[in-house]
T-cell receptor, first 118, second 113 residues
Framework: DTAVSQTPKYLVTQMGNDKSIKCEQN?????MYWYKQDSKKFLKIMFS???????INETVPNRFSPKSPDKAHLNLHINSLELGDSAVYFC?????????????????FGAGTRLSVL | QKEVEQDPGPLSVPEGAIVSLNCTYS??????FMWYRQYSRKGPELLMY????GNKEDGRFTAQVDKSSKYISLFIRDSQPSDSATYLC?????????????FGTGTRLTIIP
């Protein structure tokens, strides 16, 4: 039973199109994230939501719009796709565990959505 | 200059060798340090999670943090072909989910049988 699942796994589309990627987590976590990983494997945060509220919005073009209908889901809609949007997009979720110096906040990642813009 | 620097490799070593992977960071406020392992076409998965300076061991893996020199390391003993993956270091100031993780660029490691 996959903890963080993303659909679709692969997305090939033309420049200028609009597309969406969906993410669901069954871990009961409060916080969800979208990351972009470029061809050099650099993983960069795009957005973070905590209980449906936007917490982190890293200088991402406003063609990217996240939506969290409930705390188990975080979708990403991309308008007017450009060649530079080609990348692997990862969804993740996290929850603080433990207390004091033993506390951890571990992010669990989905398998990624490989987006190719032609 | 990136906040976290990591040699992208690729790094190839023979099976059984000790592997040393390293990152440096610039923000002295970082307190939590992680290593993630990412197999090809998969998402990153947490390997090691450490707080502040010191060593942490888990099986064949040892994470080391030296905050005075802003240097973090991951050692893999008795390396196996199944250790072949990209290893990403990550860091943050607090344990709160509303603070972003800052990742290094990842080091691609291949263990040769």
């Amino acid at each position: 039973d996959t903890a963080v699942s993303q659909t679709p796994k692969y997305l090939v589309t033309q420049m200028g199109n609009d597309k969406s990627i969906k993410c669901e987590q069954n871990l009961g976590h409060d916080t969800m994230y979208w990351y972009k990983q470029d061809s050099k494997k650099f993983l960069k945060i795009m957005f973070s939501y905590n209980n449906k509220e936007l917490i982190i919005n890293e200088t991402v073009p406003n063609r990217f719009s996240p939506k969290s209908p409930d705390k188990a889901h975080l979708n990403l809609h991309i308008n007017s796709l450009e060649l530079g949007d080609s990348a692997v997009y990862f969804c993740a979720s996290s929850q603080e565990e433990g207390a004091g110096t033993l506390a951890k906040n571990i992010q669990y990642f989905g398998a990624g959505t490989r987006l190719s813009v032609l | 200059q990136k906040e976290v620097e990591q040699d992208p490799g690729p790094l190839s070593v023979p099976e059984g060798a000790i592997v040393s992977l390293n990152c440096t960071y610039s923000n002295s406020a970082f307190q939590y340090f992680m290593w993630y392992r990412q197999y090809s076409r998969k998402g990153p998965e947490l390997l090691m999670y450490t707080y502040s300076s010191g060593n942490k061991e888990d099986g064949r893996f040892t994470a080391q943090v030296d905050k005075s020199s802003k240097y973090i390391s991951l050692f893999i003993r008795d390396s196996q072909p199944s250790d072949s993956a990209t290893y990403l270091c990550a860091t943050r100031q607090t344990n709160f989910g509303n603070e972003k993780l800052t990742f290094g660029t990842g080091t691609r490691l291949t263990i040769i049988p």
